[in-house]
């Protein structure tokens, strides 16, 4: 049965957000391990939303962090190389009719236009692996869809399809 708000049924929302989840845990935390694709790109355009709070809103270990741009720089220049082993994850739709700018074309059946609230926790090891200590993790984000990946028919592994709004990165104690 079609849910009233999207179009979709139970399970079909379930195994888009589930595999959206699945491949952008294995991209993000695989640029995190090897720092070899910029995490800028993981996160929308920075802009601003009525009332100046700007987007996409990042906080990293308690401290706003104004853009993924100088959270790159952070990774680049003050925080050593890093492990991160994801534990588990858990996923849920949060809006299934989310509308930015370019996704207007998506049908609502496609799944493309849901927002993914994403909850992931795990282990991180920062200096060398074998010797570090390993510390807990927690994080959380707000996936939303990619207006140039609506804009793109073809698909490509150049071209996300889900961008980080929002994050919250915590070290566990």
Not at 33 to 50: D, G, K
Not at 112 to 127: D, H, R, W
Request: charged share 20%.
């Amino acid at each position: 049965m079609a849910g009233p708000d999207h179009g979709l049924d139970h399970t079909t929302t379930i195994k888009i957000s589930t595999n959206a989840t699945q491949y952008f845990i294995e991209s993000y935390y695989a640029a995190l391990n090897t720092r070899q694709e910029p995490l800028s790109s993981f996160y929308i355009t920075p802009c601003a939303m009525s009332g100046g709070k700007s987007l996409p809103s990042i906080s990293f270990n308690g401290e706003q962090i104004r853009n993924a741009t100088v959270l790159q720089a952070r990774f680049e220049d003050q925080i050593p190389a890093a492990y991160y082993e994801v534990k588990c994850y858990d996923c849920h739709v949060v809006n299934p009719n989310y509308v930015a700018e370019g996704t207007e074309g998506w049908p609502a059946t496609t799944g493309k236009n849901m927002t993914i609230l994403l909850a992931v926790s795990g282990c991180v090891k920062f200096g060398n692996i074998e010797e570090a200590k390993q510390r807990g993790f927690s994080e959380t984000f707000l996936l939303v869809p990619n207006p140039v990946a609506a804009a793109n028919k073809q698909r490509s592994k150049d071209v996300k399809e889900w961008l980080i709004q929002t994050q919250n990165f915590r070290i566990v104690v």
